[in-house]
């Protein structure tokens, strides 16, 4: 089944694409195979948008707890990933960055957003996840905690 090899290499790509990380996350796409593939027909062209959606949301809910326990994980010289969720087909990423909001003017802040869409929407493998109903949710904190930026991306 090649959309679960998608699923899972879309979670990866994402948890790592800031500033062109070279972190290395584990993860075992074997075990998310095995929860998640009697959820799956035989033939995915046949399935419904609920059941991608029941699909994607096990792919994300499983992968997310094995990433998860790993964080938080730097990614750059400002940035951090301290949290991974799902929630149904919605995958959640909490990051910190270490500057205090203050420090952002609002178009910077819009661009931090806009990065992302790009990137989500420019991968092949998340672009076919969002066009069978997955999501994917940023949050970006400041390093008081306070929010800097959220994104809700579930279309491109």
Do not use: H
Not at 7 to 35: F, K, P
């Amino acid at each position: 089944m090649s959309f679960l090899s998608v699923g899972v290499g879309a979670v990866l790509a994402l948890a790592l694409q800031a500033s062109g990380s070279t972190t290395n996350v584990e993860t075992d796409a074997g075990a998310v195979a095995d929860v998640c593939i009697s959820l799956a027909t035989p033939d995915t062209e046949g399935m419904s948008e609920d059941e991608w959606k029941a699909f994607i949301g096990c792919i994300f809910r499983e992968t997310a707890a094995q990433i998860d326990p790993q964080l938080p994980m730097k990614l750059d010289d400002t940035t951090s990933i301290v949290a991974i969720s799902a929630t149904g087909a919605r995958l959640n990423y909490t990051y910190v960055v270490n500057r205090a909001a203050s420090d952002f003017s609002p178009s910077q802040k819009e661009y931090i957003a806009t990065s992302a869409r790009k990137s989500v929407c420019g991968d092949p493998d998340m672009l076919a996840t969002l066009n069978r109903g997955g999501s994917y949710f940023y949050r970006w904190l400041d390093r008081s905690g306070a929010v800097l930026q959220t994104a809700l991306i579930d279309r491109c």
